[in-house]
T-cell receptor, first 114, second 116 residues
């Protein structure tokens, strides 16, 4: 148990569906992140939130919409996705400590877009 | 452009041997480097961090070296066990950092398979 919980663990959706991924951290961290992990590729940073404010958006298509209502919760709203969006979506939190910035990951949501 | 390279081919070794994984980087001046372990269908788990002014770091059977001249980090697992089988990722963070809240940049990882 890493202290970061993601739901659902698996999600299958059609290209016209709307769904949301949820992440919750119990570590008291101020920073939260969404990553995408596709087979054989490095983790791709999508969004960064610090103290509920979005500080990074790495050119992510608008069909992915993040929401961070407080420092413990992070959502990723999905709509009109494409098959190439199928991947493992990982949430992470970090203390933001300048000397370390160790990231704590959830188990991920395995997303399949049909 | 900045690049992090890890051997994409799986590393197969016999139980009891030392596993050595490599992380090379270009166009980076990392302040520190981290290693993570990732099991199938799970998120990465932090293992070790080494700073640019440290040559070596150890934790139990794990050892990490960091050579900023060669732009390379080596990750060693001594007396390897089948339970060490996983994918190992290196991650870099550079200075200047806006209070360290920026995310890390990860390599694609190397899969280690330890045969009993």
């Amino acid at each position: 148990e890493t202290g970061v919980t993601q739901t659902p663990r698996h999600l299958v959706m059609g290209m016209t569906n709307k769904k949301s991924l949820k992440c919750e951290q119990h570590l008291g961290h101020n920073a939260m992140y969404w990553y995408k992990q596709s087979a054989k590729k490095p983790l791709e940073l999508m969004f960064v939130y610090n103290f509920k404010e979005q500080t990074e958006n790495n050119s992510v298509p608008s069909r992915f919409s993040p929401e961070c209502p407080n420092s413990s919760h992070l959502f990723l709203h999905l709509h009109t996705l494409q098959p190439e969006d199928s991947a493992l979506y990982l949430c992470a939190s970090g203390s933001g400590e300048p000397a370390k910035n160790i990231q704590y990951f959830g188990a991920g949501t395995r997303l399949s877009v049909l | 452009s900045q690049k992090i390279e890890q051997n994409s081919e799986a590393l197969n070794i016999q139980e009891g041997k030392t596993a050595t994984l490599t992380c090379n980087y270009t166009n980076y001046s990392p302040a520190y480097l981290q290693w993570y372990r990732q099991d199938p269908g799970r998120g990465p788990v932090f293992l070790l961090l080494i700073r640019e002014n440290e040559k070596e770091k150890r934790k139990e059977r794990l050892k990490v070296t960091f050579d900023t001249t060669l732009k390379q980090s080596l990750f060693h697992i001594t007396a390897s066990q089948p339970a060490d089988s996983a994918t190992y990722l290196c991650a870099l963070a550079s200075l200047p950092m806006d209070t360290g809240r920026r995310a890390l940049t990860f390599g694609s990882g190397t899969r280690l398979q330890v045969q009993p």
